[in-house]
């Protein structure tokens, strides 16, 4: 008789709490790992392949199986479905959409998962947009991508699913895949000590306590998740690793342990006035949290687009009152699209059952190229659906390990709204940075030198952590000031980068796109851009500022009389140009409200 996914993730589950208690075969090393890697989404299970790679080139080919390296992946949710399940097209907005830029891209072709990931992602290459107003298809405008490396988009499940294929593929020997499993830290391994010594690679391991889990969805999309402990086994088990990364998330379980972590121990230090005034300083660590002053939601639409449309495309409209956007993303090469319908929170539209016949009229209103694409069906399923919230904007630092044997990476470090394609791509970034560290603090003796590895990862990637959020949530403001805040360094930037390109930066859209340059390099680059704009603005209003007092002077003389009279004039003047200009309008309008009452007058 068969057994089903599901059940053979739990029978392995099963084994490993037993092996965990002691109670382990004599090929396991009870309930100690190599590695343990917190969170299965797409950067925990990279990491799951570079922890693999990198502990198996410090392992003999000889080497015996109980010596041979062992890492575990955790994860509070059910396993995905695989990506050749039919679900993905059938059921496409269902799963949240992905696009991979140059830095998921690189990574993952760092590892040498690129190419099973290409097979199950689409192109995209352009996009198409119609501004508010717009709806025939001779109104919109195609723009293809002027980028070095093409967007590929597929699920994030899908995702999930080929890399977990790789894993059980490849590394099936090493690697084990826990799913619906809580994991809650227990030690650090430097409780009661200052910071592991430069180069230690001795000390107590990491001990974690592990509890099966049924996850308690959110009302808030990526604002964390309760973990509910089954019946069965309420007594949680002990593991200790030597290695320990947190890339859970929203979730936050190693981040958020951190956080209180480093909070007794300050409080510890202060009790001490000695340890306070002569003990070695050390960074910090704790998540700042903004709250989000511009909330959006979303529903998901699936939709397919005719034949005749391109289906390598990112299709986009925004609605002539500003209430809605709609942007689509194809779920696969053959024109079924998912779509988000983007509004603000509290709108009516984006309540729980609202009425389909409201929802259809607004579409046929504001999107009628699209209405049409809609059936009745997927309609009365938006309408009924409630609406999930965009993450808020948060980021962890200023250090990002903890002792010398934990680190943490990806979501949980930097939270960003999905609105540029960064969260995802600088999740798999820091994978590939994390591998690199780790390959050269390697020794030839096969010294796995943790402690120097975290430290350097901290320093490679903490402030840029900080400057993705920070950029990101500057392209994010609310309200008119924030719009304005939003395009006109967009205009300033093409501006002077068309007119001086070598002494001017791309936008901050270009930038994010250039291949080698760092979050902080990107946000340092343009801070010093606005000072550079701001010099030349202020010198060409200067000098014309200078020129007209020349001009004035030159009148003054010409005509025998004061230069304050001269000025005076021409301000009264330009002002009096400004009334009649104003009085001229209004009569326009006056005269136009006339005619349009007389012609009203003559139809009746």
Same mark, same amino acid.
Request: charged share 25%; glycine share 10%.
């Given at each position: ?5 599901a059940a053979?993730d ?10 965990? &208690?002691g109670?382990?075969?004599s ?8 590695a343990?890697?917190?969170g299965?989404?797409p ?16 392992t003999?080919?000889t080497?015996?199986?109980t010596?041979r390296p062992?890492?575990?992946?955790? @994860?509070r949710?059910? #396993?995905?479905p ?7 097209s ?7 959409? !992905?696009?991979l830029?140059h830095? +998921? ?9 690129w190419? @099973? ?8 290459l ?14 919109? &405008?195609? $723009? ?6 093409t ?8 995702l999930v ?9 490849r ?9 619906g499993?809580?994991?809650d830290?227990v030690?650090?391994?430097n ?8 180069g ?7 001990t974690?306590?592990?509890?099966r889990?049924?996850p %308690?969805?959110?009302?808030?999309e990526? @604002? ?12 949680p088990?002990t593991i200790?690793?030597d290695? !320990? ?7 936050r ?9 480093? *909070?007794e121990r300050?409080?510890?230090?202060n &009790?001490n ?7 070695e300083?050390?960074l910090?660590f704790?998540v ?5 002053? &511009?909330p ?10 005719p ?5 390598d *495309? ?11 956007t709609?942007e ?6 053959h024109g079924?699209?998912?779509? *988000?319908m983007?509004l603000?929170a /509290?709108?009516?539209l ?7 016949d409201v ?6 209103k ?11 069906? %997927?309609?009365?399923?938006?309408a ?5 919230a ?7 630092g200023?250090?990002l390990?903890?002792?010398g044997?934990?680190?943490?990476? /990806? ?7 999905p609105?540029?394609? !960064?969260?995802?791509?600088?999740a ?6 994390l591998?690199?560290?780790l ?14 590895a975290?430290?350097q990862f901290?320093d490679?990637r903490?402030?840029?952590s ?19 805040r939003f395009? !006109?360094?967009?205009?300033? @930037? ?5 007119l001086? #390109? ?6 901050i859209? /270009?930038m ?9 390099q ?7 851009? $606005?000072?550079?704009q701001s010099?030349?603005?202020l010198g060409?209003?200067?000098a ?6 020349c001009?004035?002077k030159? %009148?003054?003389r ?6 304050a009279?001269?000025g005076?004039?021409?301000v009264?003047?330009l002002g ?5 200009r104003?009085?001229?309008s209004?009569?326009?309008?006056? +005269?136009?409200?006339?005619?349009w009452e ?7």
């Amino acid at each position: 008789m068969s057994t089903s996914p599901a059940a053979a993730d739990l029978d392995r589950s099963t084994t490993m709490k037993e092996e965990a &208690n002691g109670q382990s075969s004599s090929k396991s090393k009870g309930g100690h790992y190599d590695a343990v890697i917190v969170g299965g989404g797409p950067a925990g299970l990279l990491s799951a392949i570079m922890m693999a790679q990198h502990l198996s080139s410090l392992t003999t080919a000889t080497t015996a199986a109980t010596t041979r390296p062992r890492i575990i992946v955790y @994860d509070r949710l059910p #396993p995905p479905p695989p990506p050749n399940d039919l679900v993905y097209s059938t059921d496409s907005s269902k799963y949240y959409l !992905l696009g991979l830029g140059h830095r +998921g891209q690189t990574a993952l072709r760092h590892f040498n998962v690129w190419d @099973d990931v290409s097979k199950a992602a689409v192109a995209v290459l352009g996009r198409r947009d119609w501004a508010p107003g717009k709806s025939g298809e001779e109104d919109s &405008n195609i $723009r293809m991508a002027n980028k070095a490396v093409t967007s590929q988009v597929l699920p994030r499940d899908k995702l999930v699913g080929v890399l977990k294929e790789a894993i059980e593929g490849r590394y099936g020997d090493l690697v084990e895949l826990r799913y619906g499993w809580q994991v809650d830290p227990v030690s650090f391994g430097n409780e009661g000590e200052e910071e592991v010594v430069e180069g230690s690679v001795g000390g107590p391991p990491v001990t974690l306590q592990i509890s099966r889990c049924i996850p %308690v969805a959110s009302s808030v999309e990526g @604002d964390g998740e309760e973990c509910s402990i089954e019946g069965d086994d309420v007594n949680p088990a002990t593991i200790t690793t030597d290695f !320990l990364i947190g890339s859970d998330g929203a979730a936050r379980t190693i981040a958020n342990a951190m956080e209180t972590n480093d *909070l007794e121990r300050r409080k510890q230090r202060n &009790n001490n006035p000695l340890k306070k005034i002569f003990g070695e300083k050390e960074l910090s660590f704790h998540v700042k949290r903004y709250e989000d002053d &511009n909330p959006r939601v979303y529903k998901s639409i699936p939709i397919s687009f005719p034949s005749h449309w391109p289906h390598d *495309l990112n299709y986009s409209a925004r609605s002539s009152d500003g209430r809605v956007t709609f942007e689509a993303l194809p779920s696969d090469a053959h024109g079924k699209y998912c779509a *988000l319908m983007l509004l603000k929170a /509290g709108d009516p539209l984006a309540a729980a059952d609202c009425d389909p016949d409201v929802l259809r009229s607004y579409f046929e209103k504001e999107y009628p190229q699209f209405n049409k694409l809609l059936s009745g069906e %997927v309609m009365a399923d938006v309408a009924a659906k409630g609406a999930s919230a965009l993450p808020s904007f948060r980021y962890a630092g200023p250090r990002l390990h903890e002792g010398g044997r934990t680190v943490i990476l /990806g979501d949980c470090v930097h939270t960003v709204k999905p609105y540029f394609g !960064l969260g995802a791509n600088s999740a798999l970034e820091d994978v590939q940075i994390l591998g690199d560290i780790l390959s050269n603090t390697s020794s030839s003796d096969s010294v796995r030198n943790y402690g120097d590895a975290v430290r350097q990862f901290t320093d490679r990637r903490a402030a840029d952590s900080r400057a993705l959020v920070t950029l990101s949530r500057g392209l994010d403001r609310p309200g008119k000031l924030g719009t304005m805040r939003f395009v !006109l360094p967009l205009i300033l @930037d093409g501006m002077f980068h068309k007119l001086a #390109p070598k002494l001017f930066a791309p936008g901050i859209f /270009g930038m994010f796109q250039l291949e080698g340059i760092g979050f902080r390099q990107i946000q340092r680059r343009k801070r010093l851009d $606005r000072v550079m704009q701001s010099f030349v603005i202020l010198g060409g209003l200067s000098a014309a500022g200078v020129g007209a007092g020349c001009l004035v002077k030159k %009148v003054a003389r010409l005509l025998g009389v004061n230069d304050a009279l001269v000025g005076g004039s021409a301000v009264a003047l330009l002002g009096a140009v400004g009334v009649v200009r104003g009085i001229g309008s209004k009569m326009k309008k006056s +005269g136009d409200s006339r005619s349009w009452e007389k012609d009203k007058t003559k139809q009746k």
